[in-house]
Structure formats: C-alpha cells, structure tokens
C-alpha cells in the first residue's frame, strides 16, 4: 500500500488553533491510520514548544499550504453556514 500525504515533514502550514486564531506551524511528524472500513486519518503535529507547554495536533483536512487558501475556506463556511 502506497500513502501519499498532502504535506511533509519540515513544511509550514496554516490552521487555526485551539483559540481561534488563524496560524503557522512547522510539521515536526506526521501519523497515519487506516481504519478497518479503508478510511485513512492523517494527523500532523508540530514541534513541542515548552515555552507553550503545548504542540499543534491537526487533522489533514484542516491545514493549509497559504494563508489565503485558509482564508477563502473561513469566508466561504461564514458564508454559507
């Protein structure tokens, strides 16, 4: 089985965090399962920041290569929810 993932390892991506606040992290790892039904979940996770005392954890579908491209999705579901 080949699993290809949007992103690597060391790219930058943005999401919006526990807080709501729209920003950019650095993937430190990446975790993947498949489920017995053959759905996959790809998780990526940032670096530990003790400073933070806390890491990013976001599902695939919730990261993004450009902040606009985060941006277009944020106006689009306030549009349309």
Same mark, same amino acid.
């Given at each position: 089985m080949n699993i290809q993932t949007r992103y690597k390892v060391g790219e930058q991506v943005w999401t919006i965090n526990d807080?709501?606040? *729209? *920003? #950019? &992290?650095?993937?430190?790892?990446?975790? *993947?399962?498949? &489920?017995?039904?053959?759905?996959i979940e790809v998780l990526y996770h940032e670096k530990y920041?003790? #400073?933070?005392?806390?890491?990013?954890?976001?599902?695939?579908?919730?990261? &993004?290569?450009?902040?606009t491209?985060?941006?277009?999705i944020v106006e689009f579901v306030q549009k349309y929810n």
């Amino acid at each position: 089985m080949n699993i290809q993932t949007r992103y690597k390892v060391g790219e930058q991506v943005w999401t919006i965090n526990d807080n709501g606040k *729209v *920003v #950019q &992290f650095t993937i430190d790892s990446i975790t *993947v399962d498949i &489920f017995k039904d053959g759905s996959i979940e790809v998780l990526y996770h940032e670096k530990y920041n003790p #400073q933070e005392m806390h890491s990013m954890l976001r599902d695939e579908n919730a990261c &993004f290569r450009t902040e606009t491209e985060l941006m277009n999705i944020v106006e689009f579901v306030q549009k349309y929810n």
